[in-house]
């Protein structure tokens, strides 16, 4: 599906194809960098406007995770290598729409908060194995 989204001040504005789905990422990495578990929905990027409003931190070797400069929101999650991108559920025009499909390092979701409805969960471990990766965290 269609996606579209900005930036909370406006200056970063993006549109591209999604799936209608995003994920919630309790990792360590996420809940300090956002505060929270990180909602993400993966984006195939057509259009970029105000790129260069964006600041980019390289969170580990693979990932890097991408903010406007001016009001701190947070835009994408994406490879490095630039094979995969998700845009923050927040950022984006359309995320009423979108359903949850997946919940990953459930074993690090803070106390009392718990996601509604019939989605996969997966403990650290698990998603470790699923991605076919060893003791190295995706962020
Ligand atoms: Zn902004
Ligand atoms: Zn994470």
Redesign the pocket.
């Known amino acids: 599906m269609k996606l579209s989204g900005a930036c909370l001040c406006g200056a970063v504005a993006f549109e591209g194809e999604g799936t209608g789905h995003f994920h919630a990422?309790?990792?360590?990495?996420?809940?300090r960098w956002g505060g929270g578990?990180?909602l993400g929905a993966p984006l195939t990027v057509s259009e970029l406007r105000g790129e260069d409003a964006l600041s980019v931190y390289a969170s580990s070797e693979w990932g890097e995770r991408v903010f406007c400069r001016t009001c701190g929101s947070h835009v994408f999650?994406r490879m490095r290598d630039g094979s995969q991108a998700f845009a923050f559920l927040g950022a984006l025009d359309q995320a009423d729409e979108l359903t949850l499909s997946q919940e990953?390092?459930t074993d690090h979701r803070p106390k009392g908060l718990a996601l509604a409805g019939d989605h996969l969960r997966l403990t650290e471990a698990e998603f470790l194995r699923s991605i076919g990766a060893g003791a190295d965290?995706?962020?």
Not at 25 to 31: G, R, S
């Open positions: 990422c309790h990792c360590d990495m996420c809940l578990p990180a999650w990953i390092f965290t995706p962020d």
